[in-house]
């Protein structure tokens, strides 16, 4: 297992847009499938975005064309950048990590969780 540190949270207006940051521990952050995950007061958790050890990245249809995944090997961290933000994007946002990227997709068994991040929009 990795420990997740995310960052970049805010408060910001409708369509603005904010860059989320997870740094990792550890040494083999390379070989880790990393996503995005958000839940919203009352509502479960869903899968945002996620990208494999190689670049490859998946997006949720309901943020695709706004959210773009990606992942800097040399520094650890995986980022969201999120632009055209809605007041439905409102949400905690984690960051996850497994060693496979079924797991990220599925949202079932993930070997690593991060504390969060609030996001919040305005309208």
């Known amino acids: 297992q990795v420990q997740l540190v995310e960052s970049g949270g805010g408060l910001v207006q409708a369509g603005s847009s904010l860059r989320l940051s997870c740094v990792a521990s550890?040494?083999?952050?390379?070989?880790?499938?990393m996503g995005w995950f958000r839940q919203a007061p009352g509502k479960e958790r869903e899968f945002v975005a996620g990208?494999?050890?190689?670049?490859?990245?998946n997006v949720a249809d309901s943020v695709k064309g706004r959210f773009t995944i990606s992942r800097d090997n040399a520094k650890n961290t995986v980022y969201l950048q999120m632009n055209s933000l809605k007041p439905e994007d409102t949400a905690l946002y984690y960051c996850?990590?497994?060693?496979?990227?079924?797991?990220?997709?599925?949202?079932?068994?993930?070997?690593?969780w991060g504390q969060g991040t609030q996001v919040t929009v305005s309208s």
């Open positions: 996850a990590a497994d060693r496979a990227l079924a797991p990220i997709l599925k949202g079932v068994g993930v070997g690593s």
């Open positions: 550890g040494r083999t952050f390379r070989l880790y499938a």
């Open positions: 990208i494999n050890w190689s670049g490859d990245t």
